[in-house]
C-alpha cells in the first residue's frame, strides 16, 4: 500500500534502483524492499496529480523508461543508457521503485553496470536483447520488459582523401561490363567465425578510381572507401581485422552481403556492384595448425589457426628436403620422408625446437637401411604406432607397421597387413580400421588405378582381412572419368570417409574431384560444392581436420581452381593451393554436404602448396617437463613435489585469461567466451 496522501506536499525522498554486479547471470535486486514495505513515490510533480481526497491509491504495474533501447556501435565504442524501473499507480501517477530485480535475458550483446541501472553494449557483437524486471510487492509479482538493439557501424577511408565517401552520394549505373565485378570470396562459402579476414577481390579498375566495399548484416556494417592507387595496387582490400571479427559473430544465423562499387574517375559515375555476394559464419572456431608442403621450398609449413603467418618451423630438414608427410590426431608428432626421392622416413616431435640443423628426431634413420625407405604414413590414435607403406614402385607398395618412437618394425599379428598393391593409409580416429587404397598400378603419386579398401583393427597389432568398400572403376563414367581413387580421410566421428576420384592421383596435371562414403561403403556421393561445381576436375588430397563444429566436418584440400583475381590471388596461373571446405555432420541420404569453401589464408600464393594436414596445437601431457604452461595440454606448468617444473591441470578456481581456450562463459576471467576463445579473438 502506498502511504495516504495528507493536504501537504509530500517530501519523501526518491529511492534509488541498486543493480547487481555486471555479467552475473542472478537478476539485480532494486534496494531491499520486502511484500510489506511499501512504494514511495517523490513530492508532485507533472506526472502527479494534486491531492485530491483519494486515499491509498493501489500499485497497479510497473514500467521501464526508456521503453526501449536502440543503441549505435561506431568503430568499437561501448554505448550506453540507463534505466529505471518505474512505479505505475492507479490514479495515473508514478514514481521510481525500489524492490525490483533486473535481467537481461543474454549478456552476449553488453551487460548491466554495477548498481546504476545502466546498460552498457560491449561493442563486439550486434543484435538484441530484452531487460526484464520483476516486482514483488503485497504477495503481487509485476513484470515489465524493454527490447535492447546494439547496432555496430565501421567506416573505414583507405584513402588520402577524407572525402571518398561524398563520391557514391549521388546516382549510380548499372553497367556489368565495367562494375568492379567481385571474383573473391565465392558465393555461398561457409567460413568458421575465427577465420582471418578474407581478402576481397575484384576484377576491374584503373588508377584513379575509388571503390565502396560494402559488407552487412542485420546488425552491423562495414564500409570502406579505397583507391586505387595505380602501379602495385591489386585491385583487392582486406578488411580490418577487428571489424571482420564482430561481423562473423554478430547475427550468426544471417548471411554476411558483400558489394562493391566502382567510382570511374576518367567520367566521375558510380558504378554499382554487379551483385551482392552472400558468405555465411558457422558457429565454429577452429583451434590449431595447418602442417602443409611447399613443394618448391621442399619444406613442410605451418600456419596457426587465427593467423596469417607462415612458419618456417623445421628450416633445415635432414637430407635438404622433407615431404610426404603426415601429422598425428594429437597434433603432437609428424612422420616424413626425406631426401628427394630417397624415402627415408623419420619421426619428429612437434612439442621440440626444429630449428636446429639438423632438427632432432624421435629415432636415429640411416640411409643405407633399406628398412629406413618408406612412402606415405598415418598415426594410431594414441601415437604408439605408425603404419606406413613401403616399397611402392610400380604399384607394388605394401603395409607395415612402426614404432614411432623407436623405429622399430612390430609384426603384424590376425590376417596381417596388405602386402601388395597398397598405399596411402589411413587410420581411423576411433581406432578400429584403416582405410587405404588397393590395387594400384604405380607409386601413391601418380597412380592412375585404386580401390578404397579398409583394414578391420581387431586388438594390438592384430588386423582382420581387409575389405574393398569403393571401387575405382565403379566411378568411371562420373566427372571426371577415371578409375583411380585416392587418399581417403576419415570424419572425426569415423563414420566417414572422402576420397579423391578421377584419372590420376597427380595434382599437377590429372583430374579428380571429392566424394563421400560411409565405412561401409554404402551412400556415395559426389562432393560438387566442395570441388568446385559439377563439371569441375581439379580438386585433390582430401583430409578431414579434427574437428567437429558447428554442425560441420572440416575437410581441408588442394585445387588449381582460380583464387580471386591473378594480381592478388592466382587467377589463369593453375597453381595448386589449399583450400578448405566445411561437410555437413549428418546429411540426408543422397545430398551433397559439403559447402562452397574458402581459400586457406596464409599461404603464398606464388608456390604450390599440397599435402595439408589440420592439428590440435602440439602439447605436452600432465608430468611431461615444461617452462610455460603454454605447451600443456592441461593448461598448467608448475612445480612437482620434486620441485621440477611439469605440465598439470589447472586449478578449477583460476580463471582464464583473454585469448585462451575456453567451453563456457564461466570459464574466462572476463566472463565472455567467444567462440572457442576468452574474450573472442
Not at 543484435?127 to 510487492?137: C, D, E, F, M, N
Not at 628450416?315 to 598425428?328: R, T
Not at 571429392?514 to 554404402?522: A, E
Amino acid at each position: 500500500m502506498r502511504p495516504a496522501q495528507t493536504g501537504r506536499s509530500r517530501s519523501a525522498p526518491l529511492q534509488v534502483l541498486a543493480l547487481l554486479v555486471a555479467c552475473s547471470d542472478k537478476p539485480s535486486a532494486l534496494g531491499s524492499l520486502d511484500a510489506t514495505t511499501p512504494v514511495d513515490a517523490s513530492a508532485p510533480d507533472a506526472n502527479t496529480p494534486h491531492d485530491s481526497g483519494i486515499i491509498d491509491p493501489q500499485l497497479a504495474s510497473i514500467r521501464l523508461q526508456p521503453p526501449s533501447a536502440n543503441l549505435v556501435s561506431r568503430d568499437g565504442s561501448r554505448p550506453s543508457t540507463t534505466f529505471t524501473v518505474l512505479a505505475v499507480w492507479s490514479d495515473g501517477s508514478e514514481s521510481t521503485a525500489s524492490g525490483a530485480e533486473l535481467a537481461l535475458d543474454s549478456h552476449r550483446i553488453g551487460d548491466l553496470g554495477a548498481n546504476s541501472g545502466e546498460f552498457i553494449a560491449n561493442g563486439f557483437i550486434g543484435g538484441s536483447t530484452i531487460l526484464r524486471a520483476k516486482l514483488v510487492h503485497a504477495g503481487n509479482t509485476l513484470e515489465a520488459q524493454a527490447p535492447i538493439t546494439v547496432r555496430l557501424e565501421y567506416l573505414i577511408v583507405a584513402s588520402s582523401s577524407s572525402t571518398a565517401p561524398t563520391l557514391f552520394g549521388g546516382q549510380s549505373v548499372e553497367d556489368p561490363a565495367r562494375s568492379a565485378g567481385l571474383v573473391y570470396p565465392l558465393e555461398g562459402a561457409v567460413m568458421p567465425e575465427n577465420v582471418p579476414p578474407a581478402d576481397l577481390q575484384w576484377s576491374r579498375g584503373d588508377p584513379g578510381d575509388h571503390f565502396h566495399v560494402r559488407l552487412v548484416k542485420p546488425s552491423a556494417s562495414v564500409d570502406a572507401y579505397v583507391l586505387h592507387t595505380g602501379a602495385g595496387f591489386l585491385l583487392d582490400w582486406l578488411p580490418d581485422l577487428s571489424a571482420w571479427r564482430r561481423l562473423a559473430v554478430t547475427d550468426p544465423d544471417s548471411p554476411l552481403q558483400i558489394t562493391v562499387d566502382r567510382h570511374v574517375a576518367a567520367s566521375n559515375e558510380v558504378i554499382r556492384s554487379e551483385k551482392t555476394l552472400t558468405i555465411r559464419f558457422a558457429q565454429a572456431a577452429l583451434a590449431g595448425t595447418v602442417y602443409y608442403w611447399d613443394i618448391a621450398a621442399g619444406r613442410i609449413v605451418s600456419i596457426q589457426d587465427g593467423t596469417t603467418n607462415r612458419v618456417a618451423f623445421m628450416p633445415s630438414p635432414p637430407l635438404g628436403c622433407v615431404g610426404c608427410h603426415s601429422v598425428s590426431r594429437s597434433g603432437r608428432y609428424m612422420a616424413g620422408r626425406f631426401g628427394g626421392g630417397e624415402n627415408i622416413g623419420g619421426v619428429f616431435d612437434l612439442t621440440k625446437d626444429l630449428t636446429t640443423d639438423p632438427p632432432p628426431l624421435e629415432f636415429a634413420v640411416d640411409a643405407n637401411v633399406p628398412t629406413a625407405h618408406w612412402w606415405f604414413s598415418s598415426f594410431s590414435p594414441d601415437d604408439s604406432r605408425l603404419v606406413i607403406s613401403y616399397a611402392e614402385g610400380a604399384g607394388n607398395g605394401y603395409l607395415r607397421l612402426l614404432d614411432p618412437h623407436s623405429g622399430a618394425y612390430i609384426d603384424a599379428l590376425g590376417a596381417g597387413l596388405p602386402t601388395i598393391g597398397a598405399t596411402h593409409p589411413n587410420w581411423s580416429p576411433d581406432g578400429t580400421a584403416i582405410a587405404y587404397v588397393a590395387n594400384i598400378n604405380a607409386w601413391g603419386g601418380e597412380n592412375t588405378l585404386g580401390d578404397i579398401g579398409m583394414i578391420p583393427v581387431e586388438g594390438p597389432d592384430t588386423f582382420g582381412a581387409p575389405v574393398i568398400v569403393q571401387r575405382g572403376a565403379d566411378l568411371a563414367a562420373s566427372v571426371p572419368p577415371g578409375t583411380a581413387s585416392s587418399y581417403p580421410t576419415w570424419t572425426p566421428d569415423s563414420q566417414f570417409l572422402a576420397f579423391a576420384h578421377g584419372s590420376s592421383s597427380r595434382s599437377e596435371n590429372g583430374q579428380s574431384a571429392l566424394y563421400l562414403v560411409r565405412r561401409d561403403g554404402s551412400g556415395i556421393v559426389r562432393l560438387d560444392r566442395a570441388s568446385g561445381g559439377t563439371v569441375a576436375a581439379d580438386t585433390f588430397q582430401p583430409a578431414f581436420s579434427p574437428f567437429s563444429q558447428g554442425g560441420y566436418f572440416w575437410m581441408s584440400y588442394l585445387t588449381r581452381r582460380d583464387y580471386g583475381n591473378s594480381l592478388a590471388g592466382t587467377q589463369g596461373s593453375s597453381r595448386q593451393q589449399i583450400w578448405v571446405s566445411a561437410v555437413k555432420t549428418n546429411p540426408a541420404p543422397g545430398e551433397d554436404p559439403s559447402e562452397v569453401g574458402y581459400w586457406l589464408p596464409g599461404q603464398a600464393t606464388t608456390s604450390m602448396n599440397i599435402s595439408a594436414y589440420w592439428a590440435p596445437s602440439p602439447c605436452r601431457n600432465d608430468g611431461e617437463s615444461c617452462t610455460t604452461a603454454a605447451v600443456c595440454c592441461g593448461g598448467d606448468c608448475r612445480p612437482d613435489p620434486q620441485g621440477a617444473l611439469v605440465c598439470a591441470p589447472r586449478p578449477p578456481d583460476r580463471c582464464r585469461n583473454d585469448g585462451i581456450a575456453c567451453k563456457a562463459d564461466g570459464e574466462c576471467c572476463g566472463g565472455l567466451c567467444i567462440a572457442g576463445l576468452c574474450g573472442g579473438f
